[in-house]
T-cell receptor, first 116, second 111 residues
């Protein structure tokens, strides 16, 4: 089974621009979560999508948004980029079914975003 | 508000000795805990987990201990190997899939 894939792997943008990152989950996984990893802050939860609906959301400003398509692929968008948005953005998929117990997540390699 | 804390950013251990990585949490609603291991340029990979109804879970060289009253969990690796050198994240889950991570501890195992 192919793992979680994320594109692009590396991205350089300037302040004020917007960016869209893509994540393809493991086949059959319907839950996709996004995380931001920065030095000293560890992994911070952005949001989780399940069956095209945002189910959980972390404490990030509205500049961070996402969506999920019918094939479970997900995108996250960051508008009006700030220097502090430079980070590794990780996507994770899970086979969690509605009402199921806690499940382990499988992470992609991440997209390294640098904002200049 | 960081609900999951790993207070040691780094740990260095000699090969063959025990590595103990610690994690504290503040939210008593967490009911499932996991440890992830991350190598550079790769996403985190699941290592071991424990439910809040248990106080210990063992898998080969890896053992996770949970002390609910102290809101503390630890990961023991014994014996430590150079290939264990990585960043270790602890994670706590509530509401089935709402996961919070610690900041990570970089483990270096010296040959």
């Amino acid at each position: 089974k192919a793992g979680v894939t994320q594109t692009p792997r590396y991205l350089i943008k300037t302040r004020g621009q917007q960016v869209t990152l893509s994540c393809s989950p493991i086949s059959g996984h319907r839950s996709v979560s996004w995380y931001q990893q920065t030095p000293g802050q560890g992994l911070q939860f952005l949001f989780e999508y399940f069956s095209e609906t945002q189910r959980n959301k972390g404490n990030f400003p509205g500049r961070f948004s996402g969506r999920q398509f019918s094939n479970s692929r997900s995108e996250m968008n960051v508008s009006t980029l700030e220097l502090g948005d430079s980070a590794l953005y990780l996507c994770a998929s899970s086979s969690l079914t509605s009402g199921g117990g806690a499940d382990t997540q499988y992470f992609g390699p991440g997209t390294r975003l640098t904002v200049l | 508000d960081q609900q999951v804390k790993q207070n040691s950013p780094s740990l260095s251990v000699q090969e063959g000795r025990i590595s103990i990585l610690n994690c504290d949490y503040t939210n008593s609603m967490f009911d499932y805990f996991l440890w992830y291991k991350k190598y550079p340029a790769e996403g985190p990979t699941f290592l071991i987990s424990i439910s809040s109804i248990k106080d210990k879970n063992e898998d080969g060289r890896f053992t996770v201990f949970l002390n609910k009253s102290a809101k503390h969990l630890s990961l023991h690796i014994v014996p430590s190997q150079p290939g264990d050198s990585a960043v270790y994240f602890c994670a706590a889950v509530y509401n089935n899939n709402d996961m919070r991570f610690g900041a990570g501890t970089r483990l270096t195992v010296k040959p």
